[in-house]
């Protein structure tokens, strides 16, 4: 093997690599998504925490339901049955693989404090829409940042997606029963693309990837790829717009 000096060619691209500040996605979450069954937190287990939760337990991995009142998420648990747990936030963020945030913009940095690091090296998908008229000054900051930026900012060390942004959550639980009808537009870091594709298909959408983090401005409402298209309809509109 070539060596610089005592180091190894490895040695010289394990530091590039760290230098560079590039972390790849854990080798576990990478076989999981492969293996077709992975563990879920689910942060928020509302209208669209409880739809996409179900659908994914149904569909063989494993999901932890989680938000402040613990007897309904574990209500929620019990009617989905084998697959679906409950715990709180900071369990749930323990438990997942992947992380899906279904929560009231205002609410997600404060809840993102109360979880330490235990969302570094993981997936996280972001459901949650900054809407100033609901949740105030944040929202307008978020926007005006860029939704995606914004929450990568906000989670350091995460691979962060976003995704079911624009679709109400009644297509979210029902789009499995006559899948790939609807395209569902999908921007984030790259490492993490693979696993949300997977996981959006598992739903029901045909995943349309739009772009990085910077893209993601576009997905959230009243913006170019919010609302109800069909896959091609997603390309072609995509198509138009730019970072
Ligand atoms: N509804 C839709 O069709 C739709 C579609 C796409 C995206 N979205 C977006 O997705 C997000 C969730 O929407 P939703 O309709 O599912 O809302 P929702 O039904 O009101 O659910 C919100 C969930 O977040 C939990 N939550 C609120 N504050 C929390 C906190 N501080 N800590 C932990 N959990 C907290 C709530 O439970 P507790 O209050 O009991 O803690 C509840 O489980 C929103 O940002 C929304 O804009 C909604």
Known sequence: MKTYGSLTRRDMLKATVAAAGVQALPAAIARAAERQKMRIGIIGSGHVGSALGGVWAR???????????????????????????????????????VLLFAVPYSAFPEIVKSLGDSF????????????????????????????GLFDAQLLPGAFVVRAFNAVPAAQMASAHEDPGKIGMPVAGDKRAIAVAVRLIREVGFEPVVVGGLDMARYLVPGTALSGDHAPDEVRSIAATLKP
Do not use: W, Y
């Open 59 to 97: 569909a063989g991995n494993e999901v932890m339901f989680s938000s402040r009142n613990l007897d309904q998420d574990r209500k929620l648990a019990a009617q989905i049955g084998a697959n679906a747990r409950a715990g709180t936030p900071q369990q749930a963020a323990a438990f997942g693989q």
């Open 120 to 147: 570094k090296g993981k997936v996280v998908i972001n459901a949650s829409n900054p809407i100033p008229q609901r949740d105030g000054e944040i929202a307008s900051q978020a926007r005006e940042k860029g939704i």
